[in-house]
Nanobody, 127 residues
């Protein structure tokens, strides 16, 4: 089992940046796919990024089309952390952001595939 804790959310103005962090603890020796999701009030949950291990200390991140070019995602295996860097933020990026994990194989932007979830961190972008 894995426990996930997000941090780094906050309020920024349009065009600002935020870096979200996700600290993982528990069974971190197994290879996991790490995902980032968001959910705005009244909207469905949306996959933002999915990061899968491709080798020792190597990973590949899939980024959703809705944020591609503004978002990067990666993991720091030594720290058991994953990160979501968001730049050029827009009001439509306002949402609760969640970190999630699932054991490999398989690493997608579909939230139903994930077993473990953090509590979320709020991102608010004002115009």
């Amino acid at each position: 089992e894995v426990q996930l804790v997000e941090s780094g959310g906050g309020s920024v103005q349009t065009g600002g940046s935020l870096r979200l962090s996700c600290a993982a603890s528990g069974d971190t020796d197994s290879p996991y796919c790490m995902g980032w999701f968001r959910q705005a009030p009244g909207k469905e949950r949306e996959g933002v990024a999915a990061i899968r291990p491709t080798g020792l200390y190597q990973f590949y991140a899939t980024i959703a089309d809705s944020v591609k070019g503004r978002v990067t995602a990666w993991v720091d295996i030594a720290r058991n952390n994953s990160y979501l860097q968001m730049n050029s933020l827009k009001p439509e990026d306002t949402a609760m952001y969640y970190c999630a994990a699932k054991k490999m194989p398989g690493c997608s932007l579909h939230g139903l595939d994930y077993n473990y979830w953090g509590q979320g961190t709020q991102v608010t972008v004002s115009s």
